[in-house]
């Protein structure tokens, strides 16, 4: 099984899923980091990706390589990220047969009604779990 994880920006978000499915799965399935730019890719590898990669057309390219994308809910809309995200890259995570495990945050001008305002690593925990149903 392979489980794609996609940030932008510092990497954080991404670095800090990736902790916690390392932590949650351990060593079980492949992690790949992609990263809408260098620093993001890098901060992920260290949090303990297997793989990583950069840019648009890794992301194309990944996205219906892999069983599960997670990362926040800015990686759907084009643009976001102050524009990291391109039209390509949410097109590519939004076309995926992968199924998507979204984190709630996001910077983009957008209000999500019926979701509590947990902190990320709560989330991740959720996020942890919704790949143990999958499975």
């Not at 992690?31 to 890719?41: E, K, Q, V, W, Y």
């Amino acid at each position: 099984m392979k489980i794609m994880v996609m940030d932008g920006q510092g990497g954080g978000i991404g670095a800090t899923i990736i902790k916690g499915l390392r932590k949650g799965l351990g060593g079980k399935f492949e992690i790949l980091a992609l990263g809408t730019n260098s620093i993001a890719t890098s901060q992920m590898m260290k949090a303990g990706a297997n793989r990583g990669a950069t840019g648009e057309n890794a992301i194309v390219y990944t996205c219906p390589k892999v069983d599960i994308i997670l990362g926040s809910l800015s990686i759907l809309m084009p643009n976001a990220m102050m524009g990291e995200v391109s039209p390509g890259m949410s097109e590519a995570v939004c076309s995926s047969n992968a199924h998507k495990i979204l984190i709630p945050l996001t910077q983009e001008n957008l209000s999500l009604v019926g979701i509590g305002s947990e902190p990320l690593p709560h989330l991740v925990d959720e996020a942890i779990k919704k790949i143990e149903e999958i499975l």
